[in-house]
Structure formats: structure tokens, C-alpha cells
């Protein structure tokens, strides 16, 4: 007769399995705040290159951005597709914003769309152009 020492008990696996799905039910909500957290980051600083950009340009010339400056993060697959904005009454001469692109992760994010313009305010829109709930949890970086 063999002893069967070395094998699983089925009361050990479920106990593994148990442990795996919390860890799982924590660790997955906490994963998806931090890259959404993360792709917001890149947006907001796209923005401010994007603005750098603009300022260092002729004075009321606001054309399209060149490559690089028109997505975010600059590098691989865009998440936000940034443009530069006409000088309109509130502006201060010109703003960039950051819309999310339509298939990517940040479609439907409660921020939406980043927008920056020339006097430093700094603005969020949802999808349907109203103001996103809270701008400065969107733009907060810690």
C-alpha cells in the first residue's frame, strides 16, 4: 500500500483558490485606478508640452501640433488625442485640450476631456461638453 503524502487535499486547494480570489477581488480595482491615474498623468503633461510648445511659437499663430505633441503618452498607442484651440473671449489667446480617443481605455472616464488654455486654467469636460465633476482630483498627481 502507497501513502499518498505528497498530493493536494481537496480542502487545501480550495483554500488556495479562496485566498487567490480575494487577493483578486482587491488587487484588480486597485490596478485599474493606478493606470487610469497614470494615463490622466500623461494627458495633463501632454498639455503643458503641448502649451510650451504653442508659447514658444509665433504670437497668434495656433496651428495643428506636430507628431509627438498631438498624442498622449507621446510614444505607442494614443490614449488622448490633444489639438490646439483657436484664441476665443476667455482663452487668453489659445487652448490645447486632451480628448480620449474612442476605442481606448479613458473613453469613458469621468474626467473626459482635459482642456488647458493660455491663462493656466486648467478644465475638465464630459462627453456631453458639460464640466466634469471635480477638476482638481483629475489633475492632482499624487
Known amino acids: 500500500m502507497k501513502s499518498h503524502g505528497?498530493?493536494?487535499m481537496l480542502l487545501e486547494l480550495v483554500i488556495a483558490l479562496a485566498i487567490a480570489a480575494i487577493l483578486t477581488v482587491f488587487a484588480v480595482p486597485s490596478y485599474r485606478s493606478?493606470?487610469?491615474r497614470s494615463y490622466r498623468l500623461d494627458a495633463a503633461?501632454?498639455?503643458y508640452r503641448a502649451a510650451q510648445f504653442i508659447e514658444a511659437g509665433a504670437p497668434g499663430d495656433v496651428g495643428p501640433l506636430p507628431a509627438g505633441?498631438?498624442?498622449?503618452?507621446?510614444?505607442g498607442t494614443p490614449v488622448y488625442r490633444l489639438?490646439?484651440?483657436?484664441a476665443d473671449e476667455t482663452n487668453g489667446g489659445y487652448a490645447v485640450e486632451a480628448r480620449p480617443t474612442e476605442p481606448g481605455p479613458m473613453r469613458?472616464?469621468?474626467?473626459?476631456?482635459?482642456?488647458l488654455d493660455a491663462t493656466g486654467l486648467r478644465?475638465?469636460?464630459?462627453?456631453?461638453?458639460?464640466?466634469?465633476?471635480?477638476p482638481d482630483a483629475c489633475w492632482n498627481t499624487r
Do not use: E, I, W, Y
Not at 489639438?83 to 483657436?86: E, H, I, K, V
Not at 469613458?108 to 482642456?115: L, N, P, Q, R, S
Open 45 to 47: 503633461s501632454a498639455l
Open 108 to 115: 469613458d472616464d469621468a474626467c473626459g476631456t482635459f482642456v
Open 6 to 8: 505528497s498530493a493536494f
Open 69 to 75: 505633441l498631438d498624442q498622449a503618452p507621446p510614444f
Open 123 to 134: 478644465t475638465n469636460r464630459a462627453a456631453d461638453g458639460t464640466v466634469a465633476t471635480d
Open 34 to 36: 493606478h493606470v487610469a
Open 83 to 86: 489639438q490646439a484651440l483657436p
